[in-house]
């Protein structure tokens, strides 16, 4: 059983454009909801994460946003750069390892 | 010192080998853990340590034994694998009960033939 649905599976963005990665959870339990980066033959690195007490939290050009009551949050990278071109999961727990979603592949073209 | 360090970073071993993964961080962290990755797939959790005891084993194989000799090692010996055992295998460390901060080595990326 899948806790952490995650789409879209590929997306391919115009530099300086939006990405929008979007995922949905089952279990209310959850409270904390980073965001991986992983680049090819590395291991994922953290992004950015929210708890459910915050609709949004913004770091640089990357934002979460959070609908508790739709058991939603979705990655935002504004002005999307080559360099952001990689595979992102979006993951959820409480007190528990993380439950990853499967993975977005993001290419960001020139 | 933020940092997951896993060694080494590429191995090949054949069947019949035993080899040993290993994994360390300075960070304070009580709880680490072992994932396994094939290529576009998500991690996939083997074992959890919390407090240097195994406290999560996913149904792993029992050619994949865990230990955590200290709070800050963590070793994956490897016997008698087989090739779809291939894969990437992720270390990560965290506070137990507090997943902020969550953080994952470089990986070893394992062939098996």
């Known amino acids: 059983q899948q806790q952490v649905k995650q789409s879209p599976q590929s997306l391919i963005v115009q530099k300086g454009g939006i990405s929008i990665i979007n995922c949905a959870y089952e279990?209310?339990?959850?409270?904390?909801f980073p965001w991986y980066q992983q680049f090819p033959g590395k291991g994922p690195a953290l992004l950015i994460a929210i708890r459910p007490d915050v609709s949004e939290k913004k770091e640089g050009r990357f934002t979460i946003s959070f609908n508790k009551s739709a058991k939603q949050f979705s990655l935002h990278i504004m002005d999307s750069q080559p360099g952001d071109s990689a595979t992102y999961f979006c993951?959820?727990?409480?007190?528990?390892?993380?439950?990853f979603g499967k993975g977005t592949r993001l290419s960001v073209i020139a | 010192d933020t940092e997951v360090t896993q060694t080494p970073k590429h191995l090949v071993m054949g069947m019949t080998n035993k080899k040993s993964l290993k994994c360390e961080q300075h960070?304070?962290?009580?709880?680490m853990y072992w994932y396994k990755q094939k290529a576009k797939k998500p991690p996939e959790l083997m074992f959890v340590y919390s407090y240097e005891k195994l406290s999560i084993n996913e149904s792993v194989p029992s050619r994949f034994s865990p230990e955590c000799p200290n709070s800050s090692l963590l070793n994956l010996h490897l016997h008698a694998l087989q090739p779809e055992d291939s894969a990437l295998y992720l270390c990560?460390?965290?506070?137990?009960?507090?997943?902020?901060?969550?953080?994952f080595g470089s990986g070893t990326r394992l062939t098996v033939v």
């Open positions: 960070m304070g962290h009580r709880a």
């Open positions: 279990n209310t339990a959850f409270d904390y």
């Open positions: 993951a959820a727990s409480k007190n528990t390892p993380l439950v």
């Open positions: 990560a460390s965290s506070h137990p009960g507090n997943n902020y901060g969550y953080t």
